[in-house]
């Protein structure tokens, strides 16, 4: 049950935490009502990897190159898989859409009046979300990754490790920030699928999603000197996937993954000042009507 | 059979009146499904720029593949725009015991399931894929023969029935169960089997794959015979291909029959 203080001012020390893991519970127990559903959902997900893994084994038996853009036919495979892990992290379904819902409908009016951020309250059930949805998934995600094994590389250093948990940190917060800033653009536009479905086609193309984008590297901007692989670099769609496996895999080492993780979490503080920003602006000419 | 084609016809007025009333939201749908196949296409494109064939001695090198890809993008769009809008509905009239109202209905449940509305939009990506197919023929050196034209749209609607047979199971699987909505992902990722040429599915666990893709659920069937038909020079083989395409055809179309009919005998309303 929640417990609702009136006086939002009068708070005792611990009283936020105490919200957020209220927060917290509440979704977790929303999410394990279709544990079923996810487990099922989870292997499901796992079958254009087959696809994939026999389409470049394919293209790999056709060439005589003995890999492709730095990448032999396994490390692709590993790397679909750790895209997989990424994405678990970084994509938010239904976020954007939930957000611009509530202010089409109204419902957003109540996180105006309670005492309860609305961003702080959409984090917290996200991660409550993916909390679940890890501890579902995880057995399924072991079993793949089991069977798969001998197409990763041997398990690389401590540092590297955390490195690639950071990265995965970072794009859980980077996508998050991102989607729920395209929510709020609800409040101007009330209807956003158009701008989501636009976000999501460059997402996927540019995240890394449908193959290592070290393989633009070859491709010209027309610009001497700079491929479409280093525009990308700049951008923040790669951390929402091609990043963390990328250093899983070796292929983002030294100075270099210390630059992309400070670009990443650079990425995170713009687009959390952004959905911030948006937040408030919106908020601020928002009306609602009845009851 | 003439009152079928009639009331399909008025079906087909209707969904296209109310998407022409709605045009904006009409183009929107047309550039989401063409935007997600340019990306799908660039991918291709992106692959043919590390290899010259999908394969090695398949035949399947840029154009002819390209050509496999149209075929695709032709069948799906059929199957996209006719079927799948109505059986998605099935779910939650199921649900909600909206499925009554169909069932009292002085005409045959499956079609009315299966026809009732139509996506007008998802013929966008069949006109793209039409003109990929002029593209892709014409850079091939090889000019079909005749033949390969009479027997190319008669394989088409074989890859059609097979999918429709498949949606319709699906949608029977819906009625026992109340609710599926992981069998209808369940569907996308196994038509995403369909996607590449059924050579790519080789060595000790590709070959069972294939086999059970083919004669179990037969979805390479679907693409991989009018494509290579099409884009390939038809030789003995070809023609075992073209016969097990059409018997796949007939008797997926007859198994979806029964067990629709099975499942709609099974159904019990949800409505008061």
């Not at chain 2, 693409?223 to 003995?236: C, F, M, S, T, Y």
């Not at chain 2, 007859?254 to 067990?259: A, E, G």
Request: overall charge positive; hydrophobic content about 55%.
């Amino acid at each position: 049950m929640i417990e609702t203080r009136s006086n939002p001012a009068v708070r005792w020390p611990g009283a936020g935490l105490r919200t957020w893991w209220m927060m917290l519970v509440i979704s977790l127990e929303e999410r394990l009502a279709y544990r079923g559903d996810f487990v099922l959902g989870t292997l499901m997900r796992f079958l254009p990897i087959v696809t994939q893994l026999f389409l470049w084994t394919a293209v790999f038996s056709a060439t005589s190159r003995p890999d492709i853009a730095g990448y032999s036919r396994n490390d692709i495979v590993a790397y679909y898989l750790l895209t997989m892990v990424t994405r678990a992290f970084s994509s938010m379904p239904g976020l954007s859409g939930g957000i611009a819902r509530s202010v089409r409908d109204g419902s957003v009016k109540k996180y105006l009046v309670q005492p309860v951020d609305y961003v702080s309250f959409l984090l917290a059930s996200r991660i409550a979300h993916k909390l679940v949805y890890y501890i579902v998934a995880a057995l399924p995600f072991a079993g793949v990754f089991f069977l798969c094994r001998h197409f990763f590389p041997p398990i690389p250093d401590a540092l590297t490790i955390t490195s690639f948990v950071l990265a995965l940190v970072l794009s859980f917060l980077l996508g998050f920030f991102l989607e729920a800033t395209l929510g709020m653009l609800g409040f101007w536009f009330l209807e956003v699928s158009s701008i989501v479905f636009g976000y999501m086609l460059v997402q996927y193309l540019l995240s890394g999603h449908m193959f290592p984008l070290d393989m633009l590297a070859g491709i010209g901007t027309g610009i001497p000197g700079l491929s479409l692989a280093d525009v990308v670099r700049w951008l923040p769609f790669e951390y929402t996937a091609y990043f963390p496996a990328a250093i899983w895999l070796g292929k983002v080492q030294g100075t270099q993954l210390v630059y992309s993780l400070v670009i990443e979490a650079g990425w995170v503080i713009v687009m959390a000042v952004a959905c911030r920003i948006a937040w408030w602006r919106g908020t601020r000419r928002y009306s609602a009507f009845g009851g | 059979m003439n009152r079928y084609a009639t009331i399909f016809a008025t079906f087909a007025r209707a969904c296209l009146v109310r998407d022409m009333t709605f045009r904006t939201n009409f183009i929107l749908e047309c550039v989401t499904s063409l935007g997600w196949m340019s990306m799908n296409l660039a991918f291709y494109l992106l692959v043919f720029t590390f290899t010259a064939e999908i394969g090695q001695g398949t035949g399947w090198t840029r154009e002819p593949f390209f050509a496999f890809v149209a075929t695709g993008l032709i069948i799906n769009s059929i199957v996209q725009a006719l079927f799948m809008p109505s059986a998605e509905e099935l779910t939650e009239m199921v649900r909600t015991g909206g499925l009554d109202g169909v069932l009292v209905q002085p005409l045959d449940a499956q079609f009315l399931l299966s026809m009732h509305r139509i996506d007008f939009s998802a013929f966008a990506n069949g006109l793209v894929g039409i003109g990929l197919l002029a593209w892709a023929l014409k850079s091939i050196d090889r000019a079909p023969h005749f033949v390969v034209w009479l027997l190319y749209p008669l394989l088409i609607l074989c890859g059609v029935a097979i999918l429709y047979s498949l949606v319709i199971m699906l949608a029977a699987a819906t009625i026992w169960m109340g609710r599926n909505q992981s069998l209808y992902d369940f569907w996308f990722y196994l038509t995403n089997f369909s996607r590449y040429p059924a050579e790519i599915y080789a060595g000790p666990w590709g070959s069972p794959l294939r086999a059970l893709c083919t004669f179990v659920i037969p979805i390479l069937l679907v693409v991989n015979v009018p494509a290579r038909v099409i884009a390939q020079p038809l030789e003995g083989q070809g023609w075992g291909m073209i016969f097990a395409a059409v018997f796949a055809a007939v008797a997926s179309l007859l198994i979806s029959r029964i067990v629709f009919q099975l499942a709609i005998s099974r159904y019990r309303s949800a409505s008061s």
